[in-house]
């Protein structure tokens, strides 16, 4: 049964399901007695701390349970493995979500299990986004935990560099690591990282190495020209974050890898050429003078046909990005 509020709400009677109560005799206590429900020894804090969120693209878009059930635990088996190697650093998945978090002191550990984690993913056909800041991490373990039952599972962390990376990760476009100004400047300064720009955005490269980039190009460019193959492809919101993902691998490398790739895939037999010329055009390359150098390499590539049938194979294992 339905009501109107404005008509009914003074005449509402008392709801059939009534709030749990507690049992047991009330106490009046002093304000001065009253005393915060935490409890120290059991509380983690890191003044100075950087903190990444990593989360799953396209994940509320899923349907298939059992897609969704080896999504979740291909997403977490590489956090779970980073954390045995890195007992310094804190990690909390929950989800298609994890915040990772050190202090300054372990920032590069913190790095090398983010990018540790994103080889694997990628290998698995998933991308995920991230953002990463510095600031302050706090965990903090309440009397409410201590005296709970098993049916109850509670993370609560707070600090500046939490709400920062969660800004981050969500105004970057692409499955990569975002970040800002200040920790852009940290890993820069502290270990000599190369920082990218892509606009108004800064990125923190997450590989370097020819086999990752392969398959981080190849799954997002068949996913982009799928995408392509549609009527508004071009307009589609995803295609932005794929064709981010496509220009970082040619600017991640000074090896002429993920571009090749590019121009392989779109020399194989099953690109249209309308979705060829739609390509040619977002990634600005000239058709034919840039497959000149690399023809050779490109026939010797379609000629096995296993390698694009394993490339579109990982381009499809995850349903939520087209």
């Known amino acids: 049964m339905t009501r109107d509020f404005d008509k009914h709400y003074k005449n509402l009677k008392k709801l059939p399901i009534r709030p749990m109560k507690i049992l047991g005799k009330i106490k009046k206590i002093p304000i001065s007695k009253i005393m915060p429900g935490t409890i120290p020894e059991k509380t983690i804090e890191i003044p100075e701390a950087v903190v990444a969120y990593l989360d799953v693209l396209g994940f509320s878009e899923k349907k298939n349970d059992k897609d969704i ?3 979740l635990l291909d997403f977490s088996g590489p956090i779970a493995l980073s954390a045995i190697h890195y007992p310094e650093v804190r990690f909390n998945v929950f989800s298609d979500c994890a ?9 590069a550990d913190l790095l090398s299990a983010i990018r540790f984690a994103f080889t694997q993913w990628i290998g698995d056909g998933i991308l995920v ?4 800041a510095r600031g302050t991490y706090k965990e903090t373990y309440t009397v409410a935990l201590e005296m709970t039952s098993k049916n109850f599972i509670g993370s609560l962390f707070l600090g500046s560099a939490v709400t920062a990376a969660v800004k981050i990760e969500g105004v970057g476009p692409g499955a990569l690591l975002f970040t800002n100004e200040e920790c852009a400047e940290f890993y820069n300064k502290q270990y000599g990282e190369p920082i990218f720009s892509l606009k108004d955005y800064k990125i923190i490269g997450w590989s370097d190495e020819d086999s990752s980039l392969y398959w981080f190009t190849g799954i997002s460019f068949l996913r982009l020209l799928r995408l392509l193959s549609l009527k508004d492809g071009t307009k589609n919101l995803v295609t932005k974050k794929l064709l981010n993902n496509i220009k970082y691998s040619f600017n991640a490398t000074d090896s002429p890898l993920p571009r090749f790739l590019v121009l392989a895939i779109l020399s194989s037999p099953f690109i249209t050429p309308e979705v060829r010329g739609k390509a040619l055009g977002l990634l600005k390359i000239k058709d034919p003078d840039d497959f000149v150098p690399f023809k050779d390499v490109i026939d010797k590539w379609l000629s096995d046909k296993d390698k694009i049938k394993l490339l579109k194979f990982l381009a499809d294992m995850d349903s939520s990005i087209p």
């Open 69 to 71: 059930e080896l999504t």
């Open 99 to 107: 915040f990772i978090a050190a202090s300054v002191e372990h920032g």
């Open 129 to 132: 986004r991230g953002g990463i």
